[in-house]
């Protein structure tokens, strides 16, 4: 966000959680993501449940957050996301972008 005299200002956070369920393991779902947190300066993980779903947790501004949503909800090509729950939470200071 840039205040009024041209200077990086103060951004609200916002964070949320992400569970994505469909044909999404092996198609490069959290690679693409941590690109896309890496572009938008968004903070978090993402990782391959054992029940065949990609979790995640964004952390940023609110704009940058919701275009990793948005991204979750169709996917890299290759994927067929059938479902996805967001779960907002309290934002916790994260740092960095882990892929598990």
Known sequence: M???????????LIRRRV??????QGVFFRDNMRRLAAQRGVAGWARNRDDGAVEAMF????????????FARGGPRGASVERVE???????GATGFAVG
Not at 86 to 92: C, F, L
């Open 2 to 12: 840039i205040d009024a005299a041209g200077g990086r200002g103060i951004t609200h």
């Open 86 to 92: 967001v779960t907002d939470e309290e934002p916790e």
């Open 59 to 70: 952390e940023g501004a609110p704009d940058d957050v919701e275009a990793l949503v948005r």
């Open 19 to 24: 569970v994505v369920r469909g044909r999404v």
